[in-house]
């Protein structure tokens, strides 16, 4: 059974930097693919990246690209989101999901993931 524990939220300025961490427990796959969503007020969960567990690929959503990036290390069981140049609507709940298969247009569907955790906060002000 995979859990997972985010942290690492917070409240920022526009353009400023943050980084989120999510702590996965439980056994890892080389299958397994690793995403990051966020999900802000009256709003549904959107994807945000993804990273394949075996080999590191990455994917990104449109509005991060060159601004966010998604890494994983094996030795901690641990995945990370570096955000930089952040604006308010970034502003969201973070989260962090498990899926298998390949980097693909279904990897951005929520409702292919599981063990969710309880999320980190991230406030973006003006």
């Known amino acids: 059974q995979v859990q997972v524990v985010e942290s690492g939220g917070g409240s920022v300025q526009t353009g400023d930097s943050l980084e989120v961490s999510c702590v996965i427990s439980?056994?890892?796959?080389?299958?397994?693919?690793m995403g990051w969503f966020r999900q802000a007020p009256g709003k549904e969960r959107e994807f945000v990246a993804a990273v394949t567990w075996s080999g590191g690929n990455t994917m990104y959503r449109d509005s991060v690209k060159g601004r966010f990036n998604i890494s994983r290390d094996s030795a901690k069981n641990t995945v990370y989101l570096q955000m930089n140049s952040l604006k308010p609507e970034d502003t969201a709940v973070y989260y962090c999901?498990?899926?298998?298969?390949?980097?693909?247009?279904?990897?951005?569907?929520?409702?292919?993931?599981?063990?969710w955790g309880q999320g980190t906060q991230v406030t973006v002000s003006s």
């Open positions: 439980g056994r890892i796959y080389p299958t397994n693919v």
């Open positions: 999901g498990v899926t298998t298969g390949r980097l693909s247009v279904a990897t951005m569907a929520p409702r292919a993931y599981y063990g």
